[in-house]
């Protein structure tokens, strides 16, 4: 049964740091992973898709990386800016086509 | 075109009523998720709809929870008899093929259920 942890479970940061979010899964066996992020009351909006065939995913100031090996995902997040305060969510779809996901790093990006 | 759209937006009912939840996938996408997240809590699985398979109700928690996908288009997830516990929010998301392929998951914004 795949597991998704994210570490940490909440970061706060100051404006313009650079910062990681990790994600980890026990079964490598995954067709992809995908990040998505969700602001308080909202639903989620997909942020990136990394296939099991990558390595990374670039989309502005986000780069997520895929390490299946391992089990381990990262999204990198520069020059951060208040507006990117919100939760950050990972999740991994195998074989039983369905989404698992880890439960969030709630991002805060303080002024 | 628009994204997955959920109605009713908020719902409260008494509990021991039965609810219904409506989603509205992406045109043409064949897959079809439903999630519930509690307060505090990580995204739960329920159901899965991959076009005229077999749906995967391996998430559904209880005999009470029950979901239909009429022609391949618009789900309903029923709740009858609710209790306080199914208080959440709901959450459908679609994507337009397999999963071996590169495919990519949209949510909509979800339906708050809560149960007094």
């Known amino acids: 049964k795949q597991e998704v942890t994210q570490i940490p479970a909440a970061l706060s940061v100051p404006e313009g740091e650079n910062l990681v979010l990790n994600c980890s899964f026990t079964?490598?066996?995954?067709?992809?992973l995908q990040w998505f992020r969700q602001d308080p009351g909202k639903g989620l909006t997909s942020l990136l898709l990394?296939?099991?065939?990558?390595r990374e995913q670039t989309s502005g100031r986000l780069n997520a990386s895929l390490d299946k090996s391992s089990g381990r995902s990262t999204l990198y997040i520069a020059a951060s800016q208040p507006g990117d305060s919100a939760t950050y969510l990972c999740?991994?779809?195998?074989?039983?086509?369905?989404?698992?996901f880890g439960k969030g790093t709630k991002l805060t990006v303080n002024p | 075109g628009a994204g997955v759209s959920q109605s009713p937006s908020n719902k409260v009912t008494e509990k021991g009523k039965d609810v219904e939840l409506r989603c509205d996938p992406i045109?043409?996408?064949?897959?079809l998720y439903w999630y519930r997240q509690s307060l505090g809590q990580g995204l739960e699985f329920l159901i899965y709809?991959?076009?005229?398979?077999?749906?995967?109700k391996s998430g559904l928690p209880s005999d009470r929870f029950s979901a239909e996908r009429t022609g391949g288009s618009v789900s309903t997830l029923t709740i009858q008899r609710t209790q306080q516990e199914d208080s959440a929010v709901y959450l459908c998301?679609?994507?337009?093929?397999?999963?071996?392929?590169?495919?990519?998951?949209?949510f909509g914004q979800g339906t708050r259920l809560t149960v007094v």
């Open positions: 999740a991994c779809q195998g074989g039983s086509e369905k989404l698992v």
């Open positions: 709809f991959q076009g005229n398979s077999a749906p995967d």
């Open positions: 998301a679609s994507s337009p093929r397999q999963p071996s392929t590169n495919t990519e998951a949209f």
């Open positions: 079964d490598s066996a995954i067709y992809n």
């Open positions: 045109s043409g996408h064949t897959a």
């Open positions: 990394i296939q099991s065939s990558q």
